[in-house]
């Protein structure tokens, strides 16, 4: 479902992704269009998600110069990822309790659904690692994507806010990592 926004006119639209191809395109087109920033705001479910593809999107995104930050939950069960993200990806924060997903950049705004528990069964496809197999991972059910600057502006609002409010991961890894 597509809607579209009083002044069509420039091609602002808001839209409901209902399948995961649909929303990892969605990402695909959203990192190739940021200018300068992507924030995201992702559950535990959402950060480890095995997707090569949106990893190495991430990776190529960073390496045009694109500023990239995450907040999550840093738990001893995920740190080891989120120290791997920092390293490859881009600045991560902690905060307790995160729920739920959202991406913002310059132009865009994308907004997953509850992760749901999935069977994914993987060899090495272009949508997974190699060492990903018969697992059982989070998926999106569904996505509301828009680029109208007022969804934006919001989005990046909120993330601003929450960010200014999260511990950098490396004194929350420290942290963990020291008992």
């Given at each position: 479902?597509?809607?579209?926004?009083?002044?069509?006119?420039?091609n602002a639209r808001i839209e409901v992704l209902r399948n995961t191809e649909n929303i990892v395109n969605a990402y695909l087109q959203i990192f190739r269009n940021s200018k300068s920033k992507?924030?995201?705001?992702?559950?535990?479910?959402?950060?480890?998600?095995?997707i090569y593809t949106i990893e190495k999107a991430l990776i190529d995104t960073k390496a045009r110069g694109?500023?990239?930050?995450?907040?999550?939950?840093?738990?001893?069960?995920?740190?080891h990822h989120c120290k791997e993200v920092t390293m490859k990806i881009g600045e991560v924060r902690h905060l307790d309790g995160v729920k739920g997903n959202f991406g913002v950049s310059d132009t865009e705004y994308i907004a997953?659904?509850?992760?749901?528990?999935?069977?994914i069964e993987s060899t090495a496809t272009a949508t997974t690692t190699p060492a990903?197999?018969?697992?059982?991972?989070?998926?999106?059910?569904?996505?509301?994507?828009?680029?109208?600057?007022?969804?934006?502006?919001?989005h990046q609002y909120l993330f601003n806010t929450l960010w200014s409010k999260g511990t950098p991961a490396e004194l929350k890894i420290r942290e963990i990592e020291e008992g």
């Open positions: 479902m597509t809607v579209a926004t009083p002044d069509a006119s420039n992507w924030d995201y705001y992702a559950d535990v479910k959402s950060v480890n998600l095995p694109i500023k990239l930050r995450f907040i999550t939950e840093i738990t001893k069960d995920n740190f997953t659904s509850t992760m749901m528990e999935s069977q990903t197999t018969a697992t059982t991972t989070a998926l999106p059910s569904h996505a509301v994507y828009s680029n109208v600057k007022e969804d934006i502006q919001q």
